[in-house]
Every structure is written in C-alpha cells, then in structure tokens.
C-alpha cells in the first residue's frame, strides 16, 4: 500500500479548515470513496474532504498532507497511532491531545501545536507558536507525555501548565518559557525570554546560555549530574542536534525555584 496523500486544490484555501476527522484511527477500514465522502468544518460551511483535496494512495495509517498551509487546523488531533507528515506549514492545534503515533511537519505550526498531548513523538522542522505543550484555555493541564522536538524557535509559555514528557527546542523560546510548569523536561539550546520558569512547581530547564532569573530563583551551585548523559541517550534516535555528542553535558549550574511556588522546580544551566 502507498502512502495516504491529501493534496490541496486551493492554495491556501479560502477560509480554516478542521483537519481533526483525518487521522488514522478514524480512516482505518474506510474506502477512498468513503474517505472522499467525509464533511470537514471549513469557515462556517462543511465541504466534503474530495472538494479539498485531491486524494492518493491507500495506507491510511501513513498519511501526507501535500502543499499544506496555515490554515489547516487540529492536524493529528487525538492520533492514535500511525504516522502523519505535513509537507508545509501547519495551523493551530497540531497534535492535540495526540495519543500515539508520530508527527512531522517540514514548515511552521501554530499556536498550541502538542496541547495536552499525552504520548508520541512530533517533530517539527520550522518554527512554532505560542503555548506549545500547554493547556487549552480554561484547563490546567498541558503536555501530559510524549516528546516534541523543535528545529526553530518557539513562541510564548511554552511547557505551560505541563505535567510530563519532553520539549526540546533547538532553536529560541520566548518569554513566560515553562510557565506555571509541573513536572517533565523542557531543553532550549538557544536564547529564552523574560519571567523564565514563571510560578513553576516542579520539573526540569535545561539551558544552553544563562537565562535572565527573577529573584525567586536560588542559585544551588555547580552540580555534576549523572543522570543527564543518561537523558541524551534517550535522544540518540532523534533526527537533531540534541542527538549530536558534542551537545552532551553533565556539569550544570543549578537553580531552584520558583520559591513564589513550592520551589522544587529547578533550571539546570550548562557550564
């Protein structure tokens, strides 16, 4: 079987587009004219998915989405298993609440791209929005598992409200980055933003250059941890840098925080 292929009709389309009822757990045992049958949300109207896109292959566990856009929201929402690539930018909602399976996107996402995402792996070549890993407005509950990886930069409060699992960033996070954070892994290579760990409980930073700390942040000393080249093992099937042994580090400047919480929160900068 090939690849399950949505390619788009019109670029962009005219007005968003909820991509949620195309994943595989949903597809799985459907016919290509079944498939082509099914309404999809499109502004205030449902048009069928054959109005969309032109439709090719037939493994729908292993789905494309050619010449994607921005405008095509909830992508993988509450994938259960199977793999999707988006060849292009993607909108908002990537991954939602995502369960198992992997994700790739070549472009850019959204906002709450991985939302509440609760386990699998989504791997994204461009830049992401703002609240990645977080909560949907309302809850307290972001990322619960699974890993994400970022090539480019990342939004504001990434890791918000998150409770498990890993974000890794290779590139910028803006400001508010791990914001009201539980516990899980959040590692930034490159540059992060004001408030920094901002009313976090518990979990881990991992930083490549030293972030701008508000005062309710202790500095605890240099540590030598043995359990960090233990995480970069985790990374060595990873496509990216934070597979890349030179990246490795295990003697870390310590910080714990924020004390305006519980204080068992801890940012953990390479030295």
């Given amino acids: 079987m090939t690849t399950l292929t949505f390619t788009l009709t019109e670029t962009p389309p005219a007005q968003r587009v909820d991509m949620s009822p195309l994943v595989c757990q949903k597809l799985e045992g459907l016919t290509l004219n079944e498939i082509a049958a099914i309404e999809l949300q499109c502004g205030k109207r449902k048009l069928r998915v054959d109005q969309l896109f032109y439709i090719t292959g037939s493994n729908t566990q292993d789905i494309a989405i050619a010449a994607s856009t921005d405008k095509l929201d909830y992508i993988g929402k509450e994938l259960n298993g199977g793999s999707i690539s988006v060849q292009g930018d993607a909108g908002a909602y990537l991954g939602m609440q995502m369960k198992a399976g992997t994700i790739s996107v070549i472009g850019d ?71 009201r954070m539980v516990a899980g892994t959040i590692a930034v290579m490159g540059s992060t933003g004001r408030y920094l ?75």
């Fill in 197 to 271: 760990g901002y009313a976090m409980r518990r979990g881990t930073l991992l930083l490549w250059n030293q972030p701008q700390l508000s005062a309710t942040f202790n500095d605890c000393g240099s540590h030598t941890l043995a359990f960090l080249p233990m995480l970069f093992a985790s990374f060595k099937s990873l496509d990216s840098r934070f597979a890349d042994s030179s990246v490795t580090l295990n003697r870390v400047r310590r910080y714990g925080g924020d004390m305006a919480e519980t204080g068992r929160g801890e940012v953990l900068v390479r030295i």
């Fill in 109 to 179: 996402v959204g906002l709450y791209a991985a939302c509440e995402m609760k386990n699998g792996l989504i791997q994204i070549e461009g830049n992401a929005g703002d609240f990645l890993g977080g909560a949907l407005p309302g809850n307290k509950q972001g990322m619960k598992g699974g890993t994400v990886l970022v090539k480019g930069n990342v939004g504001q409060r990434a890791g918000d409200h998150m409770r498990r699992g890993q974000i890794l960033i290779e590139g910028n996070a803006g400001d508010y980055c791990g914001s």
